[in-house]
């Protein structure tokens, strides 16, 4: 039909050859299928791939991967889609290789305290296979029950649980990369102190730019003997924020200190009916050991709420009631969908003295963009996740809602914070990076990626600003004759 619009597709002796590999049913090239993979869970960036490839075995991600590189296709390595950066997002040029069929826990060492993973395995299916043996897999993201452990590592994900026990990086301690050329790496191993450079912990967090990871050594740990939840309610969010400040000064280091204001608690109360007590802003720290050191700590937590000037301290009867508290945590996004037709995810990091403070500067950035912001944060760490509430259908909210969010960052930038604490720079944040580094600071990280990467073919257009990408911003970096020559093509 003339005039309609169709878009690229992957050239025939390329498809032929990745199907060779995978087999048909593992190549998705029809246009509704290449439409499924077009976002994450960024859905404001859309772009459909060439194709689709779905392997099951580091060989077959190998052997994709150099059918690729001999025809200069750049590749988006994808889990379950659930990142909030669009780090998953496609290039019209590219192909998605999707990893949800490698799902397989390879094997479980309990007396090493090891479980080797493919990337397809959730978060939550670790967990599950060590909890019969009195083990846990620490990091424990609210998307938890369907995001990969591959996603987790290429975003360092965290958790409510990130406090005390730490990020996905702290918890891997070795995985196969394969890079964009085809060839295998094997990176670190069981052991905690690995000899050599940490090219391990480049790749954790490093959003697949640099390869794809395709097995991965995860470290379980034992479940403690005793665990207590206290859910404390405040007149304000800066009174609950100066709780934290006070039991971190209190000498207590919680399992876990999130808290929600009154809005994200509006939403969870709508769909999931925790029953947290009447407040302005509720805040859930958890504290674990010993009988004797949880009576201990909670007693020190209980107190500084208090003098915070907390209206209600509560603590869970039993382990249901745990969980009833924890689940209006964990579907705070989910919930939003509740209280507004449309939202964005933001995700700063602050000194966490500087919360309440921040905090102000939120909602007076909130009135002056006529939009409400939900705050939901990991507040013992510092890390926010503002929920800028929208309507998409009001001229110009959508817009607006897109400026509020920067000017969120800008502020926690303002206190010596960070873009981003566990979603990654992506695609969303590239052109805020010069906010926090130089062209010598993004040079050097250039240089790191192209030591994996030389050609710019795997994830492209991410986590590095360019002048295509983000226009002539001052302080963009500007690649080198020498390496702008081996990257045009992509760039």
């Not at 590592?153 to 990086?169: D, I, R, Y």
């Not at 909602?363 to 944060?377: G, K, M, Q, S």
């Amino acid at each position: 039909m003339a005039g309609r619009m169709t878009t690229p597709e992957l050239p025939n002796g390329v498809a032929a050859a990745l199907r060779r590999v995978v087999g048909a049913a593992g190549v998705l090239s029809t246009p509704i299928a290449r439409r499924a993979y077009e976002c994450d869970a960024l859905t404001s960036w859309r772009t459909t791939p060439l194709a689709v490839v779905l392997p099951t075995t580091t060989e077959e991600v190998a052997a994709v991967v150099a059918v690729l590189a001999a025809a200069g296709i750049p590749f988006v390595p994808r889990g379950a889609g659930t990142g909030l950066s669009g780090g998953a997002l496609p290039s019209t040029d590219g192909v998605v290789i999707g990893l949800q069929r490698m799902r397989a826990i390879l094997s479980v060492d309990l007396a090493n305290e090891r479980v080797v993973v493919q990337p397809g395995v959730t978060n939550l299916q670790v967990g599950a296979a060590v909890a019969g043996a009195g083990y846990r897999y620490a990091p424990d993201p609210s998307s938890q029950r369907v995001c990969t452990i591959g996603g987790n590592v290429a975003e360092n994900s965290g958790g409510a649980h990130c406090l005390k026990l730490g990020f996905t990086v702290h918890h891997v301690t070795g995985c196969t990369l394969v890079r964009s050329d085809g060839s295998v790496l094997q990176l670190g191993g069981s052991a905690l102190d690995p000899c050599g450079y940490d090219a391990l912990g480049v790749v954790v967090g490093s959003e697949g730019t640099l390869g794809i990871v395709t097995e991965v050594v995860l470290r379980v740990v034992p479940r403690p003997p005793a665990v207590e939840t206290l859910v404390a309610a405040f007149p304000s969010p800066a009174a609950a924020g100066s709780a934290v400040a006070a039991i971190i000064a209190a000498g207590v280091t919680p399992v876990a200190l999130e808290m929600m204001d009154r809005t994200a608690i509006e939403a969870v109360e709508s769909a999931v009916h925790p029953g947290y007590p009447a407040g302005e802003a509720v805040l859930l720290a958890e504290v674990e050991g010993s009988r004797v050191r949880c009576a201990d700590e909670l007693e020190r937590v209980r107190s500084a709420c208090r003098a915070a000037g907390a209206s209600a301290c509560r603590v869970a009867a039993d382990d249901h009631e745990r969980q009833r508290l924890w689940s209006g945590r964990r579907a705070a996004f989910a919930a939003m969908g509740r209280i507004s037709r449309h939202y964005y995810v933001q995700d700063g990091v602050i000194p966490r003295t500087r919360l309440a403070e921040v905090l102000d500067a939120i909602r007076a950035l909130a009135a002056e963009h006529r939009l409400r912001v939900a705050n939901v944060f990991h507040a013992g760490d510092g890390n926010l996740h503002p929920l800028v509430l929208y309507d998409d259908r009001v001229r110009g909210e959508r817009d607006r809602a897109g400026a509020l969010a920067t000017r969120i960052l800008d502020a926690c930038l303002a206190v010596g914070g960070s873009l981003t604490g566990e979603h990654g720079i992506g695609r969303d944040k590239l052109c805020q990076m010069p906010k926090l580094f130089g062209p010598a600071d993004q040079q050097a990280m250039h240089r790191l990626r192209t030591a994996f990467d030389p050609r710019g073919l795997a994830n492209p257009g991410k986590v590095l600003p360019t002048p295509r990408l983000c226009g002539e911003s001052p302080g963009i970096y500007r690649p080198h004759p020498v390496e702008r020559a081996g990257l045009a093509a992509r760039w």
